[in-house]
């Protein structure tokens, strides 16, 4: 393939980051959230970047590119790729090196995707328009990816819409796409965060496969150790803008240094004391559910006893988000009954009378979708306290300040609009609005799975201390099996629109597991740089020996 940029090539690093400083635009005032990072990155190196929430890391990933995003400023360093300083680039200069010789993946390959196009055309545009092949050839080099990066029916696969594939797959195709160039640098931004855990590996091993392939440096950003530890050959750890340690991976997992860096180890330690309840709130039984004739959920029996935490934990498209569809009523069942507090529930959402809807909460996995971003923290609490308790005046102020100090939070956030708050500032604020009205049952939909790890264990602990003091039941649904083991009572696994297992945490998690629970409990990465070729062996072996 030519090159559309021809860089002579430099005998140095491919990226070398001097001194790169950072300032972030809030509330008109600068302040500098990077902090004299410097970086070397070396052709088919991988480096991890890890760290909390506002570590800076993709701020940093990005500037790679030579780009800052809307609010942010480059105000010191230099970046060079291949020997050439890029922020002294042109505009046209650097966009001609984005997408041919540094190649970006986000983590959400939903958002990044138009819908109204075929994967195939998405996957070839940027080749094409750099030049690099024409549109023939492009396109079978986008069906050679699609099979390296073991998609289903490779010659088939492009032809499909967004829509129309999973959220691993879609993961995939992006790759796909950033690989179309053959650039020489990718950054991977919290590529598999959002997916589950036998999803996870399979994006993760046709990532480290293509890099391996074409000798392509990466730097992979994530705030998962585990996940990091399988892909990169040096850790950076960041935080507040600072490095705080780099070694190589295995001798950082061996022997961290510093005190923030064995913190990020100790994560997910939280425990709960298993307990039961014997007045079941929700009682779902028997419900199968339906998109028009495709028939999703079967046969689903799931019990939620007062004040306690029932986990629902399955992969991508197991039936677990349908369920809380059904159990809010947007989709009604097909067959079988729902009752709460010992009373049918109206299959349908508007047939529910006001105290109904007040009883059953909903807590979604995105908060940035699901605040309104034009409305202050204030009016988002105070909506529902108007609508279902009729308060108002002093009367409404006073309740949303005992709900910003029930989520640890204080009078200052009152004014603030939710792209001033960070990702768990945003999930508490939620959480609030949907304690606002006392409910007896929330539905929590992956509510920590876009968080890093610090800041969802403090989420986790934060439903935990409410659970106990106001006696509320959760449905946690989620794929992540350390959350279910810090925070359920119960656990539900579903498969395929079909509850495999259930039972008592201790129950559910000691061996001998239904076979897909022990699928579940095994993709779940580990301290080990090698955990993720071991495991792709072991489940080679299983399938040539079936």
């Known amino acids: 393939m030519a090159r559309s940029v021809p860089l002579p090539e430099a005998t140095g690093p491919l990226l070398d980051i001097k001194g790169l400083r950072i300032d972030g635009r809030s509330e008109d005032r600068w302040h500098e ?4 990072i410097d970086l070397t990155l070396r052709r088919g190196e991988v480096l991890g970047l890890i760290g ?18 809307p609010g942010c400023r480059i105000s010191a360093g230099v970046v060079l790729f291949n020997g050439t300083d890029i922020l002294k680039a042109s505009e046209a200069e650097r966009r001609r090196l984005w997408g041919s010789r540094i190649a970006y993946v986000a983590q959400s390959a939903a958002a990044s995707f138009n819908p109204a196009h075929k994967l195939l055309d998405q996957c070839v545009e940027a080749s094409i328009g750099h030049q690099i092949a024409a549109e023939e050839d492009a396109k079978r080099n ?43 640098l990718i950054i991977f931004d919290e590529p598999t965060t959002a997916l589950d855990v036998t999803t ?122 349908t369920l809380a569809r059904v159990i809010t009523g947007l989709l009604p069942p097909r067959a079988g009954t729902i009752r709460f507090d010992g009373k049918p529930l109206p299959p349908r959402l508007k047939d529910r009378d006001k105290s109904l809807l007040r009883r059953i909460q909903m807590i979604y996995q995105m908060p940035d979708t699901a605040l309104n971003p034009r409305r202050r923290i204030r009016d988002i609490l105070g909506r529902p306290l108007k609508n279902h308790l009729g308060l108002s ?38 959480i609030a609005r949907a304690l606002a009205i006392d409910p007896e049952l929330i539905i929590c939909d992956e509510v920590t799975s876009a968080l890093d790890q610090l800041v969802a264990e403090e ?20 794929h992540d099996l350390a959350t279910v083991k810090a925070i359920a009572d119960e ?7 079909r509850v495999v297992e259930s039972g008592a945490k201790s129950q559910v998690l000691a061996p001998p597991h239904h076979e897909y629970t022990e699928l579940l409990l ?13 495991i792709l062996k072991k489940r080679e072996n299983a399938s040539l020996s079936a």
């Open 393 to 430: 005046g002093a009367a409404r102020e006073k309740r949303t300040l005992e709900l910003l100090r029930m989520i640890e939070l204080d009078e200052r956030f009152l004014d603030r609009l939710p792209n001033e708050l960070s990702g768990g500032q945003k999930q508490r604020i939620c």
């Open 33 to 36: 959230i990077v902090k004299g």
């Open 142 to 184: 986008a069906v050679d990816l699609f099979r390296r990066l073991r998609l289903p029916e490779p010659e088939q696969f492009g032809f499909r819409y967004p829509h129309q594939v999973s959220g691993g797959q879609l993961q995939r195709a992006m790759t796909a796409m950033a690989m179309s160039c053959r650039p020489d």
């Open 522 to 534: 095994s993709s779940v990465p580990e301290m080990d740089p090698d955990w993720l070729d071991g």
């Open 200 to 321: 996870q590996i399979e994006v993760l091993a046709a990532i480290k496969d293509i890099v391996r392939q074409f000798n392509t440096a990466a730097i992979y950003i994530s705030h998962d150790l585990a996940v990091v530890a399988q892909m990169a050959d040096r850790v950076m750890v960041l935080r507040y803008g600072e490095l705080v340690e780099e070694a190589p991976t295995r001798a950082m997992l061996s022997a961290p240094q510093k005190a923030y860096t064995k913190s990020l180890w100790a994560v997910r330690s939280l425990r709960k004391e298993e307990e039961t309840g014997d007045e079941i709130l929700l009682d779902v039984r028997g419900v199968d559910a339906s998109y028009g004739t495709l028939k999703v959920l079967h046969d689903i029996n799931v019990k939620v006893p007062r004040g306690r935490t029932v986990a629902v934990v399955g992969e991508s498209g197991s039936g677990k988000s």
């Open 52 to 69: 909390e929430s506002g570590a800076g890391k993709s701020t940093i990933g990005l500037a790679a590119m030579g780009y800052a995003r």
């Open 491 to 497: 656990i539900v696994v579903m498969y395929q629109g």
């Open 459 to 478: 989420i986790l602990k934060l439903l935990l201390r409410l659970q106990k003091e106001l006696n509320v039941s959760y449905l946690y649904i989620t």
